[in-house]
């Protein structure tokens, strides 16, 4: 069973983060770079106003040079950090739907490509379309909340989500669909954290274009990665021929 989890996860999850890839390259890639265009006006602006603030005669006192984060170069290290980092979480991914596999299947379940690709588009709202509704995909240079509470709200929504629909899916009990229609409200009414007064330097369209291209990426990476994940389970998991001596 642990070599049909593992085996599963590695040929779908390398192939899905494959596709990826490439989807990002066509599609989101070029609207970061626009908004990093946007996200670099506004730095420069900020420092000239400050510099004017500080100094309204002009004159420029020696500051030791502020150290930067590091980030890839632009070119072929960023795109071979991006492969890396797209192909692992293919894998990741993989390896969690896998897993649910094996549940699906214990609970008496039958598990093929077109079962797969449900359960790949349930991890796409789960993991992409719920947080979403609360916290859009957002391009370089967007105004944002804290980082940790946004982290804190994202896996609060995709567990919720996720039990959510487990129970209003699975469960033949009235209550227990209750509360999972409960559980995929709760995140939503309790609300995203947002910032309170700082703006955004990306224009409101190119940050509605890279939302929506994210998430047809995400949707596109579930679906290929449910729909592989189970032709794989399922012919990892069918019997041997039996020959004949």
């Known amino acids: 069973m642990l070599r049909r989890i593992l085996l599963t ?9 494959l596709a990826a890839f490439v989807l990002q390259q066509a599609r989101v890639v070029p609207l970061i770079r626009q908004a990093e265009i946007y996200e670099t006006r506004a730095a420069l602006t900020q420092t000239a106003v400050a510099h004017a603030q500080h100094h309204p005669d ?13 980030e890839p170069a ?21 390896l969690i ?27 796409f709202v789960v993991f992409a379309a719920a947080p979403a509704l609360g916290l859009p995909p957002e391009p370089p240079g967007s105004a944002a909340a804290a980082l940790g509470d946004r982290q804190v709200w994202w896996i609060a929504t995709a567990a919720a989500t996720a039990l959510g629909l487990g129970l209003t899916i699975f469960s033949k009990v009235l209550s227990l669909r209750v509360l999972g229609v409960a559980a995929l409200l709760v995140p939503h009414l309790i609300g995203a954290p947002h910032p309170v007064d700082e703006a955004g330097s990306v224009p409101a369209t190119l940050a509605a274009d890279f939302a929506i291209a994210s998430l047809a ?18 012919r990892l998991g069918m019997p041997e021929p039996v020959t004949s001596r």
């Open 97 to 123: 739907l896998a897993g649910t596999f094996v549940l699906y299947e214990v609970a008496g379940g039958r598990i093929d490509a077109r079962r797969g690709v449900l359960w790949g588009l349930s991890g």
């Open 58 to 70: 002009g004159v420029a006192e020696e500051t030791a040079p502020a150290e930067e984060d590091w």
């Open 217 to 234: 990426t995400a949707a596109a990476f579930w679906a290929v990665l449910g729909g592989l994940g189970g032709w794989v389970y399922h």
């Open 74 to 94: 632009p070119g072929l290290e960023r795109l071979g950090y991006t492969l890396m980092t797209d192909l692992l979480a293919g894998v990741g991914f993989g």
């Open 9 to 17: 996860a590695l040929a779908a999850g390398l192939l899905s983060g």
